[in-house]
């Protein structure tokens, strides 16, 4: 322990400019924000991916999905940027030495982003036809690795005693590190993995319902197809949940199942969410008129998320708590300078209406060009 204490870096003299729990509100909000929009990327990505494989997908849902990829993808990443941020300023002293460790495996995080988003527009453009497979599988691979070094680094920031083991264990001229031996890593990343695909088939299924009002086959079409998608990897996600849980420690996982009041309450409240999800999607693809129910999975869905992240949130306070516990936000020097918080919150929210405007205009020239 004390060798572990001895590898983090001391706090910076550099004073927060925010009170630590408003950076933690505003790191919650961008953080759900982008993890939306990533579920929507990724899974998308791994629906076209598998549809190319097997040939099995539906065309009205493949064009559905090309055509949000470009702008989901481009606001995965502008919304990431905010979180990342926030992670640095909060966890600087336990996320840069993590980071570092990986080395080549983080930095090519940004070689990755670039090529297989470069990926997505080739496929979109529809010019590379005898290719077209291969350019989306290799963007899917890319973003999945993305995912991967992210976990990596997560684990690794939170359980500093790995740092200097993955330091001895490579050759000095090799400098690719990643966490393997963590045994929360892989069900962690199975579990963002199934959410991903998940959210994509529920957002699916919502674009399906509005489709039917105006295109009913193609609307039903697209409505069950994202419904199966979001109801089969919700299901197996249970399962995987249940080993993300499980391979933590006992007494981390114990704060989930009653030892902590909010950590229980958010966790099976999302839970129960999902559950209500799944059986308002099931609904919706024999009813008449499925976009009250599609409407409610949807909203159940982003409650979930909310509650999960806050969870997640939760399991990194206690993970540092154990393995750093002279890790104290409450002993960094705050000097909170508003006028800053205030432009940062000030043109967010103008971001985001910049945001929904730009789409209003998207889905106008859309309807536009089909008319």
């Known amino acids: 322990m004390k060798e572990t204490l001895s590898l983090i870096p001391t706090f910076e003299p550099i004073p927060l400019p925010a009170p630590v729990w408003l950076l933690q509100v505003l790191f919650f909000v961008t953080f759900v924000l982008h993890i939306i929009l990533m579920d929507m990327t990724l899974g998308g990505l791994v629906l076209l991916s598998y549809g190319e494989i097997s040939k099995r997908m539906s065309e009205p849902l493949r064009r559905w999905i090309v055509g949000y990829l470009p702008v989901t993808t481009a606001f995965t990443m502008t919304t990431g940027i905010a979180p990342l941020l926030f992670l640095q300023v909060l966890y600087g002293q336990l996320f840069f030495p993590a980071a570092i460790l990986i080395a080549w495996a983080w930095f090519l995080v940004i070689i990755a982003l670039l090529l297989g988003y470069y990926g997505i527009y080739a496929y979109a453009s529809n010019g590379l036809v005898r290719w077209r497979s291969w350019v989306i599988i290799g963007s899917t691979i890319l973003f999945l690795y993305v995912a991967f070094a992210f976990n990596n680094a997560i684990t690794l920031m939170v359980t500093p005693f790995r740092w200097w083991e993955i330091w001895q264990e490579r050759p000095p001229g090799v400098h690719f590190n990643l966490n393997i031996w963590?045994?929360?890593?892989?069900?962690?990343?199975?579990?963002?993995?199934?959410?991903?695909?998940?959210?994509?088939?529920?957002?699916?299924?919502?674009?399906?319902?509005?489709?039917?009002?105006?295109?009913?086959?193609?609307?039903?079409?697209?409505?069950?197809?994202?419904?199966?998608?979001?109801?089969?990897?919700?299901?197996?996600?249970?399962?995987?949940?249940?080993?993300?849980?499980?391979?933590?420690?006992?007494?981390?996982?114990?704060?989930?199942?009653?030892?902590?009041?909010?950590?229980?309450?958010?966790?099976?409240?999302?839970?129960?969410?999902?559950?209500?999800?799944?059986?308002?999607?099931?609904?919706?693809?024999?009813?008449?008129?499925?976009?009250?129910?599609?409407?409610?999975?949807?909203?159940?869905?982003?409650?979930?998320?909310?509650?999960?992240?806050?969870?997640?949130?939760?399991?990194?306070?206690?993970?540092?708590a154990r393995h750093a516990p002279n890790f104290d936000l409450s002993k960094i020097p705050v000097q909170p300078q508003w006028g800053i918080i205030l432009l940062f919150i000030v043109l967010f929210l103008a971001g985001i209406g910049v945001v929904v405007w730009m789409l209003m205009q998207l889905k106008r020239a859309q309807v536009t060009s089909a008319a």
Do not use: C
């Not at 559950?275 to 009250?292: G, H, K, N, T, Y």
């Not at 969870?311 to 306070?317: E, G, H, N, T």
């Open 182 to 320: 963590e045994q929360t890593l892989f069900p962690r990343f199975l579990h963002f993995f199934l959410g991903a695909i998940a959210v994509a088939g529920l957002i699916s299924a919502l674009y399906g319902a509005i489709a039917m009002r105006s295109r009913p086959d193609e609307g039903k079409q697209i409505l069950g197809a994202g419904v199966s998608w979001f109801i089969g990897a919700t299901l197996v996600n249970y399962l995987g949940g249940i080993l993300f849980l499980f391979t933590h420690e006992k007494q981390i996982w114990q704060a989930f199942v009653g030892g902590n009041f909010l950590a229980t309450i958010l966790l099976w409240g999302a839970v129960v969410l999902s559950v209500l999800a799944i059986a308002f999607a099931w609904l919706s693809r024999r009813a008449e008129q499925p976009m009250p129910l599609v409407l409610a999975a949807t909203v159940s869905i982003a409650l979930t998320i909310v509650g999960m992240s806050g969870a997640r949130f939760i399991l990194r306070s206690l993970l540092i």
